[in-house]
């Protein structure tokens, strides 16, 4: 009975500090996201003003998305999965 529950302890254990380790990479990207938004935000407004048809949707789409995550940079994995999913809906919005 010890073993089992050790196990599922240790388990526990690696998977805290597995996540802190993906929190700790978000956060450093999410800064360099965050250094480069202007930069990207006004790429992505000259392509939007300057192509059509198809094209012109997926860099609306795009915009959509770098807006949403350039409004609220995620800090750690759930703040990640929550900006996925507004940038999921951002594009819903979009088309």
Same mark, same amino acid.
């Given at each position: 009975?010890? /073993?089992? /529950?050790? +196990?599922? $302890? ?8 597995? %996540?802190?380790? /993906?929190?700790?990479? #978000? +956060? ?8 480069? %938004? ?6 992505? @407004? #000259?392509?939007?003003? &300057? &192509? ?6 997926? !860099?609306?789409?795009?915009?959509? $998305?770098? #807006?949403? !995550? ?7 994995? +759930?703040?990640?999965? !929550? !900006?996925? +999913?507004?940038? #999921?809906?951002?594009?819903?919005? @979009?088309?």
């Amino acid at each position: 009975m010890r /073993i089992p /529950i050790l +196990a599922a $302890v240790a388990a526990g254990a690696l998977s805290l500090a597995a %996540c802190q380790s /993906i929190d700790s990479k #978000i +956060a450093s990207a999410s800064d360099q996201l965050a250094t480069q %938004c202007g930069l990207l935000k006004g790429a992505v @407004a #000259i392509a939007a003003a &300057t &192509t059509d048809g198809k094209l012109q949707s997926h !860099v609306v789409q795009a915009q959509a $998305v770098l #807006i949403t !995550v350039c409004a609220n940079p995620p800090r750690d994995t +759930a703040g990640a999965l !929550v !900006v996925v +999913a507004d940038a #999921i809906n951002a594009v819903k919005a @979009a088309k």
